[in-house]
């Protein structure tokens, strides 16, 4: 069974950076889709950025120029950099991970993490 450890959240003030990391507990060729969601205080859980183990990416708009996806499918990690932060980025951030398809949609997510918590305010 795959599981995944986020690390990095934090109290961070607006306009400032984190960088979150997700590591899968074993490395397998059969995850070819990373991503991080996240779920904001009484909102629906959305996909923040995405990436393929072809490199292609996706982002939420609200996100695009700020944030940036990166990974290792070898490894099985991805990071997302997260720059000019803005109190509406608070929230819990899951990685995910699963087909290709994980990189646009949850439910085709099959593994996921815990989650950690990103506070933006002042």
């Known amino acids: 069974q795959v599981q995944l450890v986020e690390s990095g959240g934090g109290l961070v003030q607006p306009g400032g950076s984190l960088t979150l990391s997700c590591a899968a507990s074993?490395?397998?060729?059969?995850?070819?889709?990373m991503a991080w969601f996240r779920q904001a205080p009484g909102k629906q859980r959305e996909l923040v950025a995405g990436?393929?183990?072809?490199?292609?990416?996706d982002y939420a708009d609200s996100v695009k120029g700020r944030f940036t996806i990166s990974s290792d499918f070898a490894k099985t990690t991805v990071n997302l950099q997260m720059n000019t932060l803005k109190s509406e980025d608070t929230g819990v951030y899951s990685c995910?991970?699963?087909?290709?398809?994980?990189?646009?949609?949850?439910?085709?997510?099959?593994?996921w993490g815990q989650g950690t918590q990103v506070t933006v305010s002042s």
């Open positions: 074993v490395s397998t060729s059969s995850i070819t889709g």
């Open positions: 990436i393929t183990n072809g490199g292609a990416t």
């Open positions: 995910a991970a699963g087909s290709g398809l994980c990189a646009v949609a949850a439910a085709l997510c099959n593994y």
